[in-house]
């Protein structure tokens, strides 16, 4: 054969791959780019999601917004966000839930929250709706919660928001879903802002026989009584929220039947609250959270230990008079009395991220906002309450990031000080670390977030509502065919 004649296979042996090639580039192009695209701009962001991270929508169009996932997590830090053999399952799940409401068949926790008058939730911010409206639109705007000592006992708030935005096209986990019709419901919530009621209304003004509070207490158990939910299970598939150790004060023994989000068991007796049906939730801390990444190591902490709040308490607080005596004039201790007045809140917060180890000693209840803001400082919380009953911990082991001193032992001259200072630098480290990777379960926000305290909360009663659930139905083995 000649060699002109081979030219045009040999044209062809070349021609034929490189138009492939930009066949297979250009047809990619045209699905990502496209005007009408064939392929979903979700399914590429979709696969954008790696092990560590998911990408949301942003108020920048631009930019997406990350929401961190922790790998490093073990198998019970997984069970926290829902998926104990796969945790980022639940993640490529709240993709693609961008668009659309979360389907309740599909919830971990179907919701029926009671359409009480605005005068027990939003009103008490201030909100007055249309007439007949009872729930503000939270696709446009949401009421802000006080701010101050306010702010940490605001559970009620952030856990009726989210039920509402439930049902709306808001970008959020999907553990709970608002239904509408109560007998298809796991759990039954009571919108009542019971800590902002006592904190804003429980004295007297003027003229009054009554507070407001305590008309809103008694007003609202007259409505449960009457309800067919209610006398179904006795009360025992309904959610209070109490966080505030003095809200509900007037009711409570009526209502000790329900399930409680409280901060702890300080100011309740055994037969109205205990861990086998109640939800202990976290403070919302006042102090800022310090990013991960900017979070001061070990040398850059020259306070050994950190305490600012009040000294002189009641109960079982007395012993914070007694570690004052005992630390106050140590070196490297900071030990002083703190309010939130002034500019207290921003030095608390600079204190504790200068500081290895945060002291959360037991006041006129065995917990307060102290620990969480330690938490969010990345500052090692020294736990000194004997009686504290703790968020989570039914999945959380808090001693791989706290410290814990019985009482009797704190009390000993110089055995605090010799405690935390033989921990050396790799052992801190080791719990700061673990502490930057469970922070984000203490932070309450809107909308919420997958591992976010409201998500946790959420998990928590869902967990309790299994064996709420047990006990309903074993009750109703023979009720359900009686002869007439």
């Not at 007003?219 to 006795?234: A, P």
Request: glycine share 6%; hydrophobic share 40%; with cysteine.
């Amino acid at each position: 054969m000649s060699e002109k004649s081979r030219l045009p296979s040999r044209f062809l042996f070349f021609l034929i791959p490189i138009s492939m090639f930009l066949l297979v580039i250009s047809s990619v192009s045209l699905l990502q780019l496209g005007n009408t695209s064939l392929l979903p701009r979700s399914i590429f962001k979709l696969i954008l999601v790696n092990n560590t991270s998911a990408y949301f929508k942003s108020n920048v169009e631009t930019e997406p917004v990350k929401i961190p996932f922790f790998s490093s997590m073990d198998s019970k830090s997984s069970m926290i966000s829902g998926s104990a053999n796969c945790p980022n399952s639940q993640m490529a799940a709240f993709g693609n839930h961008r668009n659309k409401t979360c389907d309740p068949n599909q919830a971990l926790l179907r919701v029926y929250m009671y359409d009480l008058p605005p005068e027990f939730h939003f009103g008490l911010l201030g909100w007055k709706g249309n007439t007949n409206q009872t729930w503000p639109d939270v696709d446009n705007h949401v009421l802000q919660y006080p701010g101050g000592l306010n702010l940490q006992h605001s559970m009620e708030y952030w856990l009726t928001l989210d039920l509402l935005a439930s049902n709306k096209q808001v970008v959020r986990p999907c553990s709970a879903v608002r239904v509408e019709n109560s007998s298809l419901a796991d759990i039954i919530f009571i919108p009542f802002f019971s800590s902002l009621s006592y904190n804003r209304h429980s004295k007297l003004h003027q003229n009054e026989k009554v507070s407001l509070n305590k008309m809103l207490q008694d007003r609202l158990v007259q409505f449960l009584m009457g309800r067919d939910e209610w006398n179904r299970s006795g009360g025992r598939d309904h959610l209070i929220v109490a966080h505030h150790p003095n809200s509900m004060l007037d009711a409570r023994k009526m209502l000790g039947s329900a399930m409680f989000v409280l901060a702890d068991f300080g100011r309740y007796p055994v037969e109205i609250a205990n861990l086998q049906k109640d939800i202990i939730a976290p403070y919302k801390h006042v102090v800022k959270t310090i990013p991960s990444g900017k979070s001061p190591q070990f040398e850059e902490r020259p306070i050994l230990m950190f305490f600012q709040g009040a000294i002189y308490r009641k109960d079982g607080g007395v012993i914070r008079q007694e570690l004052y005596y005992l630390l106050k004039d140590e070196k490297d201790v900071h030990f002083t009395f703190g309010t939130v007045q002034g500019n207290g809140i921003n030095m608390a917060g600079h204190g504790m991220a200068s500081s290895k180890f945060c002291l959360n000693i037991a006041g006129d209840t065995p917990s307060s906002n102290r620990l969480f803001d330690a938490i969010v400082s990345h500052c090692v919380p020294v736990i000194i309450s004997d009686d504290i009953e703790l968020p989570f911990e039914d999945v959380l082991d808090y001693s791989e990031f706290s410290v814990f001193v019985r009482a009797s032992d704190a009390t000993k001259e110089g055995y605090l000080l010799n405690l935390l200072r033989n921990i050396k630098r790799d052992k801190w480290t080791m719990m700061c670390e673990r502490l930057k990777e469970i922070a984000p379960y203490f932070e309450y926000q809107y909308p919420s977030q997958p591992g976010d305290a409201v998500d946790m909360i959420w998990k928590a009663v869902s967990r309790r509502a299994s064996s709420v659930r047990l006990t309903l139905h074993r009750k109703n083995r023979y009720r359900r065919f009686k002869i007439q």
